[in-house]
Structures are given as structure tokens and as C-alpha cells.
């Protein structure tokens, strides 16, 4: 078990993932930051009231500054707004960027030997502001979207194969936007490949749910955006980190030349210990694969372009 663990934001993704945490019991504390008074300290208190019943013993605290979050192994910052029906990720650039800006550098004053685990959106884009602001290795600035959005991949293929989760492994890769890439070449049902098992047409229809799941989502909402499965998905990632498991999990990593990129986040296989990322994995790439990808590289860049830091 970890000494401690933050998640900035109090809101849906973040109060989910500190819950999920603590019932996991990564770390011996759990501490909750949010701007809004009042708001950490009741849900921190209320999450640590369920303890008793759900059995661990994990100690969930909230709080509105970084004093109570010092030298945190690992922060996951989940600090913005979240998308509106109508809006896309891109919207969020510019607000979110100075909510972001300023918990790196709280961060950073605070917890310097954390590993962030970056959630608000645009998140390509949030992980390089964060990697900026803080100064800190590729290792310890890793970005949460692709564990989710192939989690959102492998529900839809197990619903519509009538088979287990388990089951499916998969991997999306690109940003985290309507320029995902999910590889069909990698997908499979226990190691049979997927196109094995279902027609092209039903298999497409598939991964543009998975391009669209979180409008999906939205739409059904209207006021605010999914948290359980993101929730989900940060923490598989903090288990990787602070249970050293060197999984394999594909996410927003800072690229310095692989698969033919460099100098911008993207989803790319990570091996995830707890030294943070400790391996980026370059698979090969069908022509159209790589042409998506680069294609999503392209959409990060140019709001990577326009963030004022
Ligand atoms: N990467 C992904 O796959 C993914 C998935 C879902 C949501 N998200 C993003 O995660 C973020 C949070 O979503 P949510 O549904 O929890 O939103 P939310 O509105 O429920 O919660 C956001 C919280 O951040 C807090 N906050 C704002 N400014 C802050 C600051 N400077 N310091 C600390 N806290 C601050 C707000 O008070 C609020 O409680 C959004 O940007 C959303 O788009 C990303």
C-alpha cells in the first residue's frame, strides 16, 4: 500500500475515483482537493464513513488546499469542467488549461516526486500542460483516456458477441477525441481474431460507438459527462502504479520519436510500475492505422498550439 494518494477534483470523475481508491485500498490515505468549500471535506468524510461497512482502511480526507496532500505518490487530477451536450473536448481548451496550469504548480511545490495521472479534457492537451508546468519526466506525467475508451470498445464487442468482458482484449490508441484509433488488428475474444468472429460492417458500426461513446453519454446526461467507467479507468491505471504491475494499458504518453511522433501526448501501449511509465511498446501498424494515427496526432497539435500557458 502507497503512503498517499491525491485526486484533485471533487467532482463526479474525481469523488468516484478517490471511492474506488480507497475500496481498493492503494494508499493509506486518500486525500480530496477541491476549490469549492466544504465540498471535499463532506464527500472525503461521507467516503470514509462507508469504510466501516465496505471493509478497508484506506482514511479518505478532504480538503481545499495542498497542505494535507504533501508528498503524495501519485496525483490524478481531475480539476475542470466537464463537457456540456453540444460542446466538444476542444471547447474545455482554455479554461480547463488554467485550472490544470495551476494544480501542476500546487503539485509540483507540494508532491515533487508524484507521478500525475492526468484526466480532464482535452486530455492530450491537459498532460502537456501539466508536463510543462511541473517540469517533471515523461515517467511521472501519463494521461488517462484510452484504458477508457477501449473499456467503452470491449463492452460493445462483449454485448454484441453475447460473450464475457474478460474475454475481449483490445487497444485504442490515438487522442482522446473523435480521431481515436481503435486497432482492429489487435482485437480478439481469447486469441481469435475479432474479425473471426464478426462481419466488417458490424465491426465498424462498433468502433464508431466507441469514437462517440462519451458524446453518448453526454447526450443521455445532458447536464455533465460519464465518471463511472473514467473514474474506473484512472484507478487501473494508479493499481498498475503502486502495485508495480507492469501492465500493459494503452495511454496519453509524452512521445519522443516513437511510432514516428515526438513532442506531444498521444495513446499510445504503455507499461504502467511504479516507477510511472517505465516502456512505451511500439506495435506494427496497418497503413490505415498509421495514417489514422497521424491523423490524430494532428488534431492534438493544433490545440497544443493554442494553449496560452
Ligand atoms: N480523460 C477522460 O477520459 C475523461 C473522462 C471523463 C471526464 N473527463 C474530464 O474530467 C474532468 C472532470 O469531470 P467531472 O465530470 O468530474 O466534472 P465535475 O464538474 O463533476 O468536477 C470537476 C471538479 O473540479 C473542481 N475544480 C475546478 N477548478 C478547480 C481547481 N482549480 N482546483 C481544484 N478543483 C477544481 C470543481 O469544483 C469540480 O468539483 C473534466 O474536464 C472532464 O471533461 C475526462
Known sequence: MLNKITVVGAGNVGATAAQRVAEKELARTVVMVDVVEGVPQGKGLDQWQSAPIEGFDSRVVGSNGYEESADSEIV?????????????????????????KQVAEQVKKTSPNAIIIVVSNPLDVMCYVAKQVTGFPRERVIGMAGVLDTARYRAFLAEALDVSVRDIQA?????????????????????????????RAKLDAIVDRTRNGGAEIVKHLKTGSAYYAPSSGAVQMAEAIAHDQKRILPCSAWLEGEYGLKGLFLGVPCKLGRNGLEKIIEVDLTVEERAALEKSAEAVREPMRAVKL
Not at 83 to 91: H, I, L, V, Y
Not at 181 to 197: D, F, M, N, R
Open 76 to 100: 490524478i487530477i481531475t480539476a475542470g469542467i466537464a463537457r456540456k451536450p453540444g460542446m466538444s473536448r476542444d471547447d474545455l481548451l482554455n479554461t480547463n488549461a488554467g485550472i490544470v
Open 171 to 199: 487497444m485504442v490508441l490515438g487522442g482522446h477525441g473523435d480521431t481515436m484509433v481503435p486497432l482492429i488488428s489487435y482485437t480478439s475474444v481469447s486469441g481469435i481474431p475479432i474479425t473471426q468472429l464478426m462481419d
